[in-house]
């Protein structure tokens, strides 16, 4: 029987035919990808027609989101091409990814972050990486905006997903969704911030499906936080804000593709309130034991949503007019674990008091 080498488990040595890799491409890897895609039985009866919904839980990846699926692409490029440093922005997951792979790779990485507005669970990432670590007094647009302009040198590789590099490896999720279905879902949602994964995902499924793996593709479904939702609305947001702090960004870098992806696939792209973040994310916790950071919930919560809708027609909704027994993927994209403030700050999780013995704790328990 053949065995993948134990070395040699990501996406790039999953999927290296469909990526723009070659023999002499040094393979950066943290055995990245693979995710489970978990079925809900309760999202599924939730939609009241026979769909089935499953979770791509991303934040099963080594840094704990889907990042790193772009960022063993980006640093392996970045190796085969002699660079010495990479540098990113960042709300926090792609500078956790970035810098563990740069570590992996012998590299220096560079992390602009916007200031207080990243999880400390994120903060510690990129500081026990080996990161430097620069807090910039602005957002996360502010922020790629200087690493653009950084980047224009040759010191530094740009490792965010303007990097065409990054596409390519997160197209792998849309992969590995169909290889486990056995064909694409009738509906992708997930939640967008700037819009690469969208991008990515579309891509994907776009190739798969060309290359005949894949018999449809499936309608591309974006949620924004409401306070930082500028496709949405169609207009820049100057201040974004929003509890999910990993998406707030108020000007895209791949606006124009997410906006090609949600078009050519029939999808759409809609909101989601602070409350329907966190109602979302508890909802995930406690219903289905899958604990995913508030950046994620976008897409539970758009789901929820849209079943609980009772606008008619809604232009916008992916689940209604959906055919019987249809498939629903959703990207949860990153581990409850990076952020514990959010849940921790909005409810109270006070434990039970009881003395040290036995009678106390089931006295305390009603037994
Ligand atoms: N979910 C999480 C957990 C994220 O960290 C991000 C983006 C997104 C969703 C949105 O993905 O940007 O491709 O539309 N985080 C970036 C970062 C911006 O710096 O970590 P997107």
């Known amino acids: ?30 055995n990245e990808g693979s995710t489970p895609l978990i079925h809900s039985a309760k999202l599924s009866a939730l939609t009241g027609r026979g769909c089935e919904v499953f979770i791509k839980y991303e934040g099963l990846n080594p840094t704990g989101s889907f990042k790193d699926r772009g960022m063993t692409m980006a640093m392996s490029k970045a190796a085969e091409a002699g660079k010495k440093a990479v540098i990113c922005a960042s709300t926090g997951n792609t500078s956790a990814a970035a810098a563990a792979y740069a570590t992996r790779a012998g590299m220096e990485c560079v992390v ?87 991008t990515a995902y579309w891509k994907g499924y776009e190739e798969y499906a060309a290359m005949g793996k894949a018999t449809k593709k499936p309608r591309m479904t974006g949620f924004q936080a409401a306070g930082s939702a500028p496709i949405f609305y169609n207009k820049v947001v100057e ?9 707030r960004i108020g000007n895209p870098a791949s606006w124009d593709q997410a906006k090609a992806a949600i078009r050519d696939s029939k999808g759409s792209i809609d909101i989601v309130t602070d409350q329907e973040i966190l ?28 079943l609980d809708c009772h606008r008619e027609p809604c232009a916008t909704c992916p689940v209604r007019g959906i055919p ?14 990076k952020d514990i403030d959010a849940p921790l700050k909005h409810r109270s999780f006070a434990p039970l008091q009881a003395a040290n013995s036995m009678e106390a704790v089931l006295h305390t328990l009603g037994y």
């Open 112 to 198: 602009l972050l916007p200031a207080g507005k990243i999880s400390a669970g994120k903060l510690a990432q990129a500081f026990v990486y080996g990161s430097k670590v620069i807090a910039i007094d602005g957002n996360f647009d502010d922020a790629l905006d200087l690493v653009r302009k950084i980047g224009e040198r040759d010191d530094f590789e740009v490792v965010n997903s303007i990097n065409p590099f990054r596409i390519e490896g997160q197209k792998t999720a849309s992969f590995e969704i169909i290889d486990e279905l056995g064909d694409a879902p009738d509906i992708h949602i997930l939640p967008v911030g700037n819009a690469g994964n969208i």
């Open 279 to 306: 109602d979302a994310q508890a909802w995930l916790a406690a219903n289905e034991g899958i604990f995913i950071e508030p950046g994620s919930a976008a897409s539970v919560a758009g789901l929820l949503k849209c």
């Open 324 to 337: 019987e027994g249809s498939t629903l993927v959703l990207t949860v994209t990153g581990h409850g674990l």
């Open 239 to 247: 201040h974004p804000e929003t509890v999910a702090t990993a998406i």
């Open 1 to 30: 029987m053949f065995r993948q080498p134990l070395h040699d488990r990501g996406v790039i040595s999953r999927y290296r035919s469909f990526l723009p890799v070659n023999d002499t491409t040094p393979v950066v890897s943290l």
